[in-house]
């Protein structure tokens, strides 16, 4: 997406769309932890690369997400996803990081867009979370969001 973006085009996250991503996660699943491990080290220097390199058009671009409904998204909305990614799936690999140590700001930032976007979603005068979910600290109430967590009585959101 970012070197579309560098030419003012605009391109699918995965080339060949969600099926090419979900063949890519299950084939992805059968790896070593080793290989694994690699895999993200090469993700991060190439994604590094691409932000170091990225120019005002770049940043100025769109892309289309292949995981979901092919909505296009802002390239600078690429960093909060890719921090919101790292967060959340260092907690889902359970090895001792959990909703508890996501980072502050990283909570703060990603609940005020979450509860924005499920007032959005709601009809007028129905826009206020559960109680039960307001009573959550903010690093439950996001994996409340997240499906992370579960609340007795409450249904779960909206996943978008």
Same mark, same amino acid.
């Given at each position: 997406?970012?070197?579309?973006?560098?030419?003012?085009?605009?391109?699918?996250?995965?080339?060949?769309?969600?099926?090419?991503?979900?063949?890519? /996660?299950?084939?992805? +699943?059968?790896? !070593?932890? #080793?290989?694994?491990?690699?895999? $993200?080290?090469?993700?991060?220097?190439?994604? %590094?690369?691409?932000?170091?390199?990225?120019?005002?058009?770049?940043?100025?671009?769109?892309? /289309?997400?292949?995981? +979901?409904?092919? !909505?296009? #998204?802002?390239?600078?909305?690429? $960093?909060?996803?890719?921090?919101?990614?790292? %967060?959340?799936?260092?907690?889902?690999?359970?090895?001792?990081?959990?909703?508890?140590?996501?980072?502050?700001?990283?909570?703060?930032?990603?609940?005020?867009?979450?509860?924005?976007?499920?007032?959005?979603?709601?009809?007028?005068?129905?826009?206020?979370?559960?109680?039960?979910?307001?009573?959550?600290?903010?690093?439950?109430?996001?994996?409340?969001?997240?499906?992370?967590?579960?609340?007795?009585?409450?249904?779960?959101?909206?996943?978008?």
């Amino acid at each position: 997406m970012f070197q579309a973006a560098t030419r003012g085009d605009v391109s699918e996250q995965y080339p060949g769309g969600k099926p090419v991503r979900d063949r890519e /996660i299950d084939e992805g +699943s059968k790896r !070593s932890a #080793v290989q694994l491990v690699a895999d $993200v080290r090469a993700s991060i220097y190439l994604l %590094e690369a691409a932000w170091a390199s990225a120019t005002e058009t770049t940043w100025m671009g769109h892309g /289309i997400k292949s995981h +979901s409904d092919g !909505s296009r #998204v802002a390239i600078h909305e690429l $960093v909060l996803m890719r921090w919101r990614e790292t %967060e959340i799936h260092h907690a889902d690999l359970e090895i001792g990081f959990t909703w508890r140590d996501w980072a502050p700001l990283f909570v703060r930032y990603d609940l005020d867009r979450l509860v924005m976007s499920w007032r959005a979603r709601k009809p007028m005068g129905l826009t206020v979370l559960p109680d039960e979910i307001q009573q959550l600290e903010p690093n439950l109430r996001l994996a409340w969001f997240y499906g992370r967590h579960r609340v007795e009585g409450v249904a779960p959101p909206d996943p978008y």
